[in-house]
C-alpha cells in the first residue's frame, strides 16, 4: 500500500476513542468498589480497565502517528508506531498483574474478608456489557475493512466480557456462602492480565524485530512479481515486518536483450504492483538477466 494514500479510519478511531472513555468511568467505578467494599476481585477488574485506557489511548495516537507519509526523518514511514504503543502496553499490563496478584495474595494470608453489595454487582455488569458492545463494534467494522488495530481491541474486549462474568460469579460466591472466593477469582484475573501482556509483547516485538512474514505470503508476493508483464522469472524474495506492514525486497529475471531503460520500467512495474498490495509498505526490485545461451 503506497503511504502517500494511507487514511486514517474515522470508524476505528471512534470505537477505539469510546473504548477509553467507557474504560475510564469503569475504573472509577471499579476503584470506588475497592475502597468502599474492599474487593479484590474489583482491584483486579480496576487494573484491567487501567490497562485498557492505556491501550487504548496509545492505539488512538499510534494509529494518527502511522497513517503519516514517509518523510525526511522517516524515510520509510511511520509503520512502527502501534507496535511500540502495543509494547508500551504490554510493560504495564504486566506490572499490573504482579501488583493485583501480589495483593490478592496478601489478603489470602491474613484472612480479609470483603464487603459486597449490589452496587459492586451492578458495577460488574455494566463493564460486561460495554466491553460486549466495543466487541461487536469492533467485530463489524473489522469485517469491512480488515485492520490488526480492531481485530486485537475485538479479542481484548471478549476477554474483558469472560473475565467480568467470572466476576459477576465471584460476587455471588462471596456474597452467599464463600466469603474468600472473591479474593480467589482475583488471582486467576490477574494471571490473565499478565498473559495478556506477555502475549501482546510478543506479537509486537516481533513486528519491531523485522521477522519474515509467513511462508505462505512470501510465496504469494513472489508470483505477484513474477506475473508482471516482461518478467521470467522472480527469485530470492526478502521481505520482513515494518511494524504491521512489509518491506520487500526481490530479485526479478527479464530478458538480456531488452534494453536498461526496458528493464528499469520493468523493475518499477513490479515495485508498483507489490506496493498495491494491502500489506506491503516498501518494495524494491533487482533486475537480473538470464545468462546467455
Known amino acids: 500500500m503506497l503511504a502517500e494514500e494511507k487514511r486514517v479510519d474515522r470508524a476505528a478511531k471512534r470505537i477505539v476513542l469510546a473504548s477509553t472513555v467507557g474504560s475510564a468511568l469503569a475504573l ?10 474492599d474487593s479484590r476481585l474489583a482491584l483486579a477488574q480496576a487494573a484491567d480497565s487501567f490497562s485498557d485506557i492505556f491501550t487504548a489511548a496509545a492505539l488512538l495516537v499510534s494509529i494518527h502517528i502511522a497513517a503519516r507519509p514517509p518523510d525526511a526523518n522517516h524515510p520509510f514511514g511511520h509503520q512502527r508506531a502501534e507496535p511500540i504503543a502495543a509494547l508500551m502496553a504490554a510493560v504495564i499490563a504486566g506490572v499490573l498483574a504482579i501488583e493485583v496478584l501480589r495483593d490478592a495474595i496478601g489478603a489470602l494470608m491474613v484472612g480479609a474478608v470483603p464487603r459486597l453489595d449490589l452496587p459492586l454487582l451492578g458495577i460488574f455488569l455494566v463493564k460486561v456489557v460495554f466491553k460486549l458492545v466495543i466487541a ?47 479474593t480467589w477469582l482475583a488471582i486467576p484475573v490477574a ?103
Open 28 to 37: 472509577v467505578g471499579l476503584g470506588a468498589a475497592y475502597v468502599v467494599y
Open 136 to 182: 461487536l463494534l469492533a467485530s463489524a467494522r473489522a469485517r469491512r475493512q480488515p485492520s490488526p488495530a480492531l481485530r486485537a481491541l475485538q479479542v481484548d474486549a471478549r476477554n474483558d466480557v469472560a473475565v467480568g462474568l467470572l466476576a459477576v460469579g465471584g460476587f455471588f460466591g462471596a456474597r452467599y456462602g464463600w466469603p474468600s472466593l472473591d
Open 191 to 293: 494471571l490473565w492480565v499478565g498473559w495478556s501482556g506477555f502475549d501482546l509483547a510478543r506479537e509486537n516485538i516481533r513486528l519491531l524485530m523485522g521477522e519474515a512474514p509467513p511462508e505462505e505470503r512470501q510465496r504469494s508476493l513472489r508470483a505477484v512479481a513474477a506475473a508482471v508483464d516482461g518478467v521470467r522469472s522472480a527469485h530470492d524474495l526478502r521481505a520482513r515486518f515494518h511494524g504491521l506492514e512489509l518491506d520487500v525486497h526481490v530479485h526479478v529475471v527479464v530478458d538480456p536483450a531488452i534494453t536498461v531503460r526496458e528493464a528499469h520500467d520493468i523493475g518499477e512495474r513490479v515495485e508498483t504492483r507489490l506496493l498495491a498490495e494491502d500489506d506491503v509498505c516498501h518494495a524494491i526490485a533487482h533486475v537480473d538477466v538470464d545468462a546467455p545461451t
